[in-house]
């Protein structure tokens, strides 16, 4: 029997609404069938209007006692601001906190949050080996604290003295890596329970998960019992030119067309943003008052066999946007 209900979630975007805003936000999202939360992970906003940046795990703790859905990361970078240790240490806890519901979503980070501890910044295939050497270190932690034995890493970019985790849920938390490459995509495969990704042509996407799959194969993994994550940002407004104007004001940093992985500060950006016309949008997200226009896209994904999917409305009328996806958007997706 096809399942029709689709797994749709909110994407609680710490970088644009103060923690408390999110926890209300968040509940009207769950109240109207949006199911579970992913939380971004910002030291600083992308451009200064945003105005916010929360501590993701503070948030999520929070958003455990205040929704009853799932709880990821989406996502939070092991290798620069944190040891890779203090992130499975955070993770274990939520997830001994609310067991079943937490899942660990990573990645390799963009200077605009992890420069600010000064370390240097490296080249995308330095920080990849990081991040994949962090998740190694996370691994073990977490099978320290199943096993109650303690473990050691010394490895290229981290040391890890002899120790344990002491507070972990039944079950350790699922770890995902966020990809947008071929290249992290095989290699999250082989090494973690799944894949998260942003939205691309499908194409693109469909490529990032044919490589995901390989590198599960080639470990004697299943892909299709593996997680695959995809957050989505949209526009969705009154009319479309309220829409458009949304979008341009509040999440400019969407109609970019070149890797923003390097730029260290809001202020930088929000010089380069202001090249951003609407048709710089096309392509990249929907930007329409219509709501089918927007199911239409959302569906295509679904499509393509993403287990959860997390929805962003850039504008600041969200209370509006989720009534409105929640009467003709959601219940209108098909799996």
């Known amino acids: 029997m096809l399942n029709t209900n689709p797994h749709i979630g909110y994407a609680a975007m710490l970088e644009r609404f103060h923690p408390t805003e999110i926890l209300e936000l968040a509940g009207h999202a769950e109240a109207n ?4 939360v992913m939380a971004a992970d910002h030291f600083q906003p992308w451009v200064p209007a945003q105005g916010q940046a929360s501590f993701v795990w503070n948030v999520l703790g929070a958003l455990g006692q205040t929704t009853t859905g799932d709880l990821g990361t989406g996502v939070t970078a092991p290798t620069f601001r944190w040891h890779p ?36 910044w490296p080249e995308a295939p330095e920080r990849i080996n990081r991040m994949f050497e962090a998740v190694d270190i996370i691994k073990k932690l977490f099978a320290s604290g199943l096993n109650h034995k303690d473990v050691r890493h010394e490895g290229q970019f981290y040391r890890l003295e002899s120790t ?17 490459g071929p290249v992290a995509a095989k290699r999250a495969g082989r090494n973690v329970d799944g894949l998260i990704t942003e939205a691309a042509p499908v194409d693109k996407v ?36 309220i829409a458009m104007a949304n979008a341009i004001s ?26 951003v016309r609407p048709e710089d949008f096309e392509g990249r997200m929907p930007v329409s008052a219509d709501p089918d226009v927007h199911r239409a896209y959302v569906q295509q994904y679904v499509d393509l066999g993403f287990d959860r999917i997390y929805l962003h409305n850039v504008g600041r009328n969200q209370r509006e946007w989720i009534n409105v996806f929640s009467r003709d958007v959601l219940p209108k997706l098909v799996r």
Do not use: C
Request: aromatic share 8%.
């Open 206 to 241: 469909a490529m990032l998960l044919q490589r995901f799959a390989e590198g599960a194969r080639e470990v004697g993994r299943d892909a299709t019992r593996m997680t695959k994550v995809l957050r989505l940002h949209l526009s969705w407004a009154e009319t479309d030119e």
């Open 164 to 180: 344990r985790l002491w507070t972990m849920p039944e079950k350790a938390p699922e770890i995902l890596v966020a990809t947008a």
């Open 250 to 275: 509040e999440w400019p940093n969407g109609g970019i067309r070149f890797p923003k992985s390097d730029i260290r500060s809001p202020f930088e950006l929000e010089q380069i943003v202001r090249m």
């Open 85 to 120: 240790a203090m992130v499975a240490q955070a993770s274990a806890t939520l997830a001994a906190m609310y067991p079943g519901r937490h899942w660990l979503g990573l990645g390799s980070g963009e200077a605009l949050n992890e420069h600010v501890v000064g370390q240097y």
């Open 33 to 36: 069938g949006f199911r579970g």
